[in-house]
């Protein structure tokens, strides 16, 4: 069998969503310590595309436009767009030459990406950790110790079980630059027209659509936000995807204390540039969450259904709060109740946000804020 650095073109596939695109980037970067002379190339589809393009351990990404096909659905026009750009993905994964394909996503789809590279080795998980009979299309799998790890770990493993060494910090190395700090530098600038100097917050209240299940409700942020700003003079800045303003908005006309709410930011590492900026995180198992994880901001994350170990912050301080129920966790959903959100209140959150500021303190401001 082959030392891990003798495949010299891998592919990596994660295709989405953007919280496990970050988690799979540690093993990825220490796959690059271990085979520095490796050419790493990613697939991956344009929601997450954001945070890979210009990484330092990256040779090339590959984007599946995959919302083209949910469109043409709506517009036959599109048709030939969707398939045109399929043909052109499937020529450049065949004209890769890759002699090591490995999936860290393990659906059917991702499977079949991995076949079709034409790559003689493929590796990825097994079951039940692969899914929809992906494990049939690779010639190596591995199987994790436990189906509670953490994903972060859990992506390490595999690359472990190639012969990668994971020895050494988990990094995540964003490819910030410049340009992304001073994109973001209208929404970071209107917190210093907020009155005292307590600790810059972030809150992101929203999620993806199809994850509304994940989110907290708009009162508990409302009562956190004013204990915040009230009980510890906290600046508070209000982050938002697309979609997402108008509950943003909503937060902020229902408070009593003045807080800024973030202009759209163009890209995820925008987004990262002003987590960065802020002493301390508040939202819920999104992928922001680990966005702000990666940019190392202690997080407070408010977990409803979803698993708290698998999916817990990963490389920075952190607390969680949620409030386990005999059904939690779980991925229903179509829940009617969400009760396990709702049960929360948001003195438990702001006494975790105490705790944690407590612990972890001020950043230095002159090294992150823009001139």
Known sequence: MNSVCDYKNV???RLGAIGDVLRTLPAVNAWRRHCPEARFTWLVEPAAASVLEGHVALDRVLIFERGLFSGFLRSPKQLWRALAS???LLRDLRSGNFDLVVDFHSILKSALFARFSGAPERAGFTRPDAKEGSHLFYTRHFRPANSDLNR???????????????????????????VHIQRAKASLLSLEKLQGDGPIIALHPGSSPKTSYKRWHQ????????????????????????GERETVELIAGNLRVPVVVAKKTSSLL?????????????????????LAVAMDT?????????????????GAPYRIV??????????KRSCKSHLCLEAIGWRQVFSEVENL??????????SLMPE
């Open 219 to 242: 009162n508990g942020y409302v009562g956190l936000i004013n204990a915040l700003v009230e009980k510890i003079g906290a600046r508070v800045i209000l982050t938002w995807g697309p």
């Open 270 to 290: 925008e987004l990262a540039a002003i987590f960065a900026a802020c002493d301390l995180y508040v939202g819920g198992d999104t992928g922001p969450m680990h």
């Open 322 to 331: 949620r409030h386990p129920l005999h059904c939690s966790p779980c991925r």
């Open 152 to 178: 972060v770990e859990r992506a390490l493993g595999l690359v472990d079980f190639l012969g990668v060494s994971v020895a050494g910090p988990v990094t995540y190395q964003l490819p910030l630059t410049g």
């Open 298 to 314: 202690p997080v407070v994350a408010i977990f409803g259904p979803t698993h708290p170990q698998v999916n817990a912050p990963y």
């Open 86 to 88: 399929l043909f052109g």
């Open 357 to 366: 500021l407590a612990e972890t303190g001020k950043k230095d401001r002159k």
């Open 11 to 13: 592919l990596i596939i």
